[in-house]
Every structure is written in structure tokens, then in C-alpha cells.
């Protein structure tokens, strides 16, 4: 089973405005709510896909109810733990006219003790060798990343694998413990981040992730917008490039091709071909507004334009 985790959900306000102006006044053309936080769309797109995902977190408060009663209309199982407080709210500012979007994001309520043992236990309860952790987004006030390396430890200890969706101090402090996910995804601005280095170019990525895969991770994908994805792999590495849209909004595109990845590799697909449906999936959610993520008949129709080379196999580099 793929377990998403959600630390930090959140209720997603698109607006819409013609042509971004900072300082000025903005004419809003429209405004969308959507539930949201990395885990929960992960595991909303795996539905659409037809998969069966298990949506794990926080939830606190009436709107943390709100995403809880939405996802179990949509068929999504659920271990949220409720608490005192409110869910955050992130504003997604998108300009029709560059198709850039502009994210105010909160940081959410602080987690009570009591709620945190709570969702460690009922995420223990549930670890088999078959289980894989979603480990996606930012983390909630007072959380540290000991969180994240005792539930990785946990389920690597029960046979299971953990997958890496985030930035900054969570990664650095992975790269300093002895937990290791069987997968980090990142953007190519969270590794420059990451790594305190200038990412300017596909090389420059290319070197930067083998950088961290040689740390002990087995498989580093980093991917970057419309330039595509580099993965560092255990079969290889490649460079998948995702087929190109019209852009009605990029929120949520990397969720969804993280989605797109796991449901291939957990079918038991090559990384190539793996490569090719998230970028697939990635892409058809840039074909819905706001944070409306993808329609499973887009991700069929664009898959045949996704596109992948290998650039080095069997430790042979082209």
C-alpha cells in the first residue's frame, strides 16, 4: 500500500488575476478552493489514476474536517488525527498572462504532544514490508525532522520503503542520520538549496544529484518544469522530458508526477518507462485550473509524447 503523509494540509485559494502588478491593485478574474498539502494530492491523483492510497496527517480544526469528509467522498481512506486550531490557508496568486503563479504559504497551527504520538502510533500500526511512506511537504510548528528519520527507521526496520518529497532542514538533517528513503524527489531549486551551490544548468543538476545519490540515496529525481526531470537511478540515469501544454496552472504538477512515478514503479516498471507516465501525469495536471490536479483520460492521451533518454546504464556514461 502507498501511504501519503500530510504534516501540514492546507485549503489551497487560487485567484486569478490578468497580469500580476506587485504594489498595484490586482482586478481578480476568479477565485477557487481546493483541499491541499503535498501527501493529500499525491494521493488524490493516485485515485484518479486508479490506484488505492491510504491520505495520513493532521488535521486540525473545521476546515481539517473539510479536507477529511472530501477525500472519503472521493473513495480515499484516511488516518487524520484532529486538533485544536485551524487548518492553514495558502494563497496561490496566478497570472493568466504568463501562466506564473505567485504562493503566499502559512505556516500552520502548532501540534500538540498529545496529537503527534497519536498519528506515530496509528503510522506504526500500520507499516508492512509491502507499505510505502509518502513523506511529502512542510512540516508544522514545533515538528523537527526527528520525526521524519524515526518513521523512516521504523519502516525500514518492517521491510517497508520511505519516499522523500521536501526541503531544507528535513533533508539536510536525513543526509546527517542513517535513515535512508528508497526515493527523494526534489525541484532543481530545493537541491540548489540544498546543496548551497548554483544550479544553472542540466550538468550542474545532473552532478548535483549524483552528489546526494552517492550519500547513500538510492535514487534521486529532481525534477524541472518544463525542462523536464534527471533521475539518478539504480538502473541508470536518465533524463525524461514531459509533453509539452497549453499551461492553465503548474500547482500541483510535481505532486502528480511524483504520484505518476510511485503508481509505475509499484506496478513493477522499469524507470524509464516510469519516467515517461509521471511526466504524463505531471503534464495533464497543467491542464486544469487552480489546483484542480489531472484527469486520468489526459494522462492516456499525452503519455505517447512523454519522452525519455538514458544517459548512462550499467555505469556506462554517454
Known amino acids: 500500500m502507498i501511504v501519503t503523509l500530510t504534516l501540514n494540509p492546507a485549503i489551497d485559494e487560487t485567484v486569478e488575476v490578468e497580469r500580476f502588478a506587485e504594489a498595484d491593485t490586482n482586478r481578480v478574474l476568479s477565485i477557487r478552493r481546493d483541499i491541499g498539502g503535498k501527501g493529500i494530492n499525491v494521493a ?17 480544526g473545521k476546515f481539517g474536517r473539510m479536507i477529511e469528509e472530501q477525500l472519503l467522498d472521493a473513495g480515499i481512506g484516511c488516518e487524520f488525527v484532529p486538533y ?12 493568466t498572462t504568463t501562466h506564473r503563479h505567485t504562493v503566499l ?9 498529545e496529537a503527534l504520538r497519536r498519528l506515530q502510533h496509528r503510522l506504526i500500526r500500520r507499516m508492512r514490508a509491502d507499505t510505502w511512506l509518502v513523506l511529502a511537504g512542510s512540516v508544522p510548528p514545533p515538528i523537527g525532522p526527528s520525526l521524519h528519520i524515526e518513521l523512516m527507521r521504523e519502516l525500514s526496520a518492517r521491510g517497508g520503503a520511505s519516499i522523500l518529497d521536501a526541503d531544507g532542514p528535513v533533508v539536510e538533517a536525513v543526509l546527517h542520520s542513517d535513515a535512508r528513503p528508497m526515493l527523494l524527489k526534489m525541484n532543481d531549486q530545493e537541491l540548489g538549496r540544498l546543496l548551497h551551490l548554483p544550479l544553472d544548468s542540466e550538468d550542474a543538476v545532473r552532478n548535483g544529484a549524483r552528489s546526494v545519490q552517492r550519500r547513500g540515496f538510492p535514487n534521486v529525481v ?23 501544454v497549453e499551461v492553465q496552472s503548474a500547482v500541483g504538477a510535481g505532486d502528480g508526477f511524483l504520484a505518476g512515478l510511485l ?25 486544469s485550473p487552480g489546483t484542480g490536479l489531472c484527469n486520468a483520460r489526459d494522462v492516456i492521451e499525452l503519455r505517447p509524447y512523454a519522452s525519455v533518454e538514458a544517459l548512462a546504464i550499467a555505469g556506462v556514461v554517454r
Open 105 to 113: 504559504a502559512a505556516p500552520g497551527p502548532d501540534v500538540p504532544d
Open 222 to 244: 529532481i525534477t524541472r518544469g518544463g525542462e523536464g526531470t534527471i533521475a539518478i537511478t539504480e538502473e541508470g540515469e536518465f533524463r525524461a522530458v514531459p509533453p509539452l
Open 84 to 95: 485544536a486550531g485551524e487548518t492553514r490557508t495558502n494563497i496561490n496568486i496566478m497570472d
Open 263 to 287: 503508481l509505475a514503479r509499484k506496478q513493477g516498471r522499469g524507470w524509464a518507462d516510469a519516467l515517461a507516465f509521471a511526466s504524463a501525469v505531471g503534464s495533464a495536471v497543467c491542464l
Open 44 to 60: 488524490r491523483v493516485l485515485k484518479e489514476l486508479g490506484y488505492e492510497p491510504l491520505a495520513a496527517g493532521f488535521a486540525p
